[in-house]
């Protein structure tokens, strides 16, 4: 038995009860085939595989804390610290019902090969609670931030583990937990990002995952001898990342048609109001029925508890397809849906929203598909760039990290592209990102002895 099969079957026997952590890692394994065998004896010495796939902590925790009612809720909390070779924990922290360990930690190990690709010196780890802030007031979301901050901050800091955003943490969590972090252990220090801008956040945070996605989409294009200009796009979701992308999409000359949440989605033939659709989620936090009811020209597609949101979404004839909302949201009859209806190319803004089966299909259909790795690494390469000015004690201009951000993206669809060709798989950036994300982790794992 290979190296690889060896190790994929040894993680299902120890993670048989987290099917999206055994989805991550055999998507990844799979993919790094050509570069385990080329180093075999080496890194079955070195036990790399077992160590990569075995996360160096995980904290499970009590979140206690009190409603409005007087009621004491208790929740639990999460933090996965997954992989150090390469520089302190990096990743977000995910406030849904759906949260398992076994989803954390698929976060936390594609975070690992993620981080490594924006080049910037950042560990892998993932965080969250099975806690649902929607309907929440504000002062039972600050309870319960403040009460996940006081366990986690025992484990955290800002050259150990660097926590972030992510479905639903936004700029007001993090701050209720920044401020929480700063009371208990007295220092002002960078130990989270995508903070308020007076408070050590940066500039372009809230936009970067969005741009990103399409500086990277745009440079895929272009060396496809395309362009985004006059392109119809579907996007999913209608969060941070959904709603950046759209915005971005429409500055480079596309036309977005589509977004959705978890009761609905929206097709709008005449292009996203990416304002309307701002005051709708950022400032209401309403439903989407608030954008069809505000936009004559916008179709609402109510989706009931037992279907799958945004589903619709993939339908719709596009050239681009974006999916930015959650994992596993795009299928295998979505991915022949949108090969039908000719669509080009499709790069994941959320993180494993299209599955294994979804993937090939389109690959296998001549779709230029960028996994998640890669295209939405825009976010976690800005939160590194916040790391780096609150050491420095300055902050950059806007212009000034978008533009970093750009040049972080463009380069690693050029990083992804020339991995994949150099191990004879031209085209295939889902194993051009896992390889190329991959060799600079190892490098340094070995490097570090064992460890
Ligand atoms: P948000 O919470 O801002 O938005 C998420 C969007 O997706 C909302 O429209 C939400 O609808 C919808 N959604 C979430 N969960 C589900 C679900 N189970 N079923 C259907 N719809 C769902 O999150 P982000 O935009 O920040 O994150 C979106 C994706 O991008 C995630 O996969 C995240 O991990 C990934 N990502 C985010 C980064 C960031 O910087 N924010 C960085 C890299 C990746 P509703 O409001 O109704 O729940």
Redesign the pocket.
């Known amino acids: 038995m290979s190296y690889v099969d060896e190790v994929l079957e040894l993680v299902k026997k120890k993670n048989a009860s987290e099917p999206e952590f055994l989805q991550a890692v055999t998507e990844v394994l799979n993919s790094l085939r050509p570069v385990v065998e080329a180093n075999e004896e080496l890194y079955r010495k070195n036990a790399i595989l077992e160590r990569i796939t075995e996360p160096d902590r995980q904290l499970m925790f009590r979140v206690p804390w009190v409603d409005d009612k007087g009621q004491v809720q208790v929740n639990r909390g999460f933090r996965v610290q997954f992989n150090n070779a390469i520089g302190p924990y990096k990743g977000?922290l995910?406030l849904?019902p759906?949260v398992n360990l076994g989803i954390i930690k698929f976060?936390g190990f594609e975070q690992i090969f993620k981080n490594s690709l924006t080049s910037l010196p950042i560990g892998g780890g993932k965080g969250g609670s099975d806690f649902d802030p929607?309907g929440k007031s504000d002062r039972e979301i600050m309870a319960f931030c403040q009460s996940f901050m006081t366990e986690l901050c025992k484990y955290i800091g800002a050259d150990v583990d660097v926590p972030?955003?992510?479905?639903?943490t936004?700029a007001r969590e993090i701050g209720f937990m920044f401020g929480q972090y700063k009371r208990i252990r007295g220092m002002f220090e960078g130990v989270l990002t995508g903070k308020g801008l007076t408070y050590g956040g940066s500039l372009a945070r809230t936009e970067?995952?969005g741009y990103g996605l399409l500086y990277l989409t745009e440079e895929l294009m272009k060396c496809h001898g395309e362009s985004m200009q006059g392109k119809t796009v579907v996007i999913s979701?209608?969060?941070?990342?959904?709603i950046y992308a759209t915005q971005k999409a429409q500055q480079m000359g596309a036309k977005v048609v589509t977004c959705?949440?978890?009761?609905g989605w929206i097709y709008d033939p005449e292009g996203i109001d990416v304002e309307l659709l701002k005051e709708v989620?950022e400032v209401k936090r309403a439903r989407l029925t608030e954008y069809a009811a505000a936009r004559k020209s916008a179709e609402y597609h109510e989706v009931s508890a037992a279907e799958r949101?945004?589903a619709g979404v993939w339908q719709i004839k596009c050239d681009i397809a974006l999916p930015?909302?959650?994992?596993n949201?795009l299928l295998l009859d979505d991915a022949k849906q949108l090969v039908a209806n000719g669509c080009k190319c499709v790069c994941e803004?959320?993180?494993m929203?299209t599955t294994i089966e979804a993937t090939e299909y389109l690959q296998n259909n001549g779709v230029w598909f960028v996994g998640?790795k890669a295209a939405?690494a825009g976010?976690?390469a800005t939160s590194a760039l916040e790391m780096s000015q609150n050491s420095e004690r300055l902050s950059w201009s806007f212009e000034e990290v978008d533009a970093k951000l750009k040049n972080i993206m463009v380069n690693i669809y050029h990083n992804i592209d020339d991995a994949a060709k150099r191990y004879g798989m031209e085209g295939n950036y889902v194993a051009g990102a896992n390889i190329a994300g991959f060799e600079k982790v190892v490098n340094a794992m070995l490097a570090q002895g064992v460890c």
């Open positions: 977000g995910r849904h759906s976060l929607k972030a955003g992510d479905i639903g936004g970067a995952t979701g209608a969060g941070n990342v959904a959705s949440d978890s009761t989620k949101s945004g930015c909302a959650t994992q949201e803004g959320a993180n929203p998640g939405n976010g976690v």
